[in-house]
């Protein structure tokens, strides 16, 4: 059975202190690359498979925006993210499937209760309930469905691996990374998902984070055009006061978690990290990310420890903070 990097490979990355008291350890591997696509740092197990989940996303905008969709903006951003549900992401989201000519019922994405807290207590007020358009996925289906209404691929089936869509995004994601992916999962949201080494994940979001919209080359112009809608829209890819869009906020560093504690970030000045952590748990992967950034030169210690401030690494006891989730290093 195809399977990621084992206990023995990886390395601890954070720990979670309570009182004095080190109370749990999270391992795992990283990978940092220095502005030019070196790698400067490895953290254990950087070479077998993993499966990256939402920080591919990046990639499959980029295939949609290469296969023409008409994208800019916020539905560009909104295409790259993993939102939290609130009515102005939904409102892009809907956008985007008015430009296809298209309904909520065409998503594949199951239904979800949004992961913003305020618009969920509204919804249930509300008399609502879970809803397809609401999944922290949605406005990646709405791209992919548009997609396949510019190219005139039917938009039933669109989640098979075989869809003309789905074999494109493989192709841009294989080109990116630099390997042929051995297996093709399905992710949380019902779309196709390729194992690739964390290296070769850091790679491809090192080749889109660093990529210019004056390049000579289409594929890097579409990349430089996608991170600029992220940037300019930071709301976008996460949510107010999570994780991603402080981090783009705070210190214009472009970030993508993925489930099962795999986050990718690109700083301004290009250095790009890549890490998995191996139980699954993504509440670190935040900060041990941008230590890591910081830890290479590519962010100032200072700025680095005001945006920590706004991030949920707080341990409680009694209603009191009583220690905190950090990097082990």
Known sequence: MPQTFAAADAVELAVVERSGFVESRHTGSAIVLDPDGTPIATL???????????SLKPVQALA????????????????????????????????????????????????????????????VRGGGGPARIRMNCSGKHAAMLLTCVTN?????????PEHPLQVHIREVAER?????????????????????????????????????????FALHRSAGTLVRAVRENPWTIDGPGRPDTIVLEQLGVFAKGGAEGVMVMVAPSGTTVALKMLDGSGRAATVVAL???????????????????????SVTGGGQVVGAIRPAF
């Not at 939290?84 to 309904?103: E, K, Y």
């Not at 005139?152 to 098979?160: H, I």
């Not at 992710?187 to 000579?216: F, N, Q, W």
């Open 44 to 54: 254990g197990d950087t070479a077998t498979a993993i499966l990256p989940r939402s």
């Open 64 to 123: 949609c925006l290469t296969a023409g969709a008409p994208l800019e903006g916020e539905r560009l951003a909104l295409a790259t993210a993993s939102h939290s549900g609130t009515d102005r992401h939904v409102s892009v989201v809907r956008d985007i499937l008015d430009a296809a000519a298209l309904s909520e019922d065409a998503l594949g994405c199951p239904p979800a209760w949004p992961g913003d807290q305020a618009t969920r207590v509204e919804m």
């Open 152 to 160: 005139g691929w039917p938009t039933g089936g669109y989640l098979s």
């Open 176 to 216: 990116m990374v630099g390997e042929r992916s051995a297996t093709t999962a399905i992710d949380g949201c019902g779309a196709p998902v390729y194992a690739m080494s964390l290296a070769g994940l850091a790679k491809a979001i090192h080749r889109i984070g660093t990529s210019s919209e004056h390049s000579p």
């Open 291 to 313: 230590r890591l950034l910081e830890r290479e030169g590519a962010l100032a210690a200072s700025d680095v420890a005001e945006a920590i401030t706004k991030l949920p690494l």
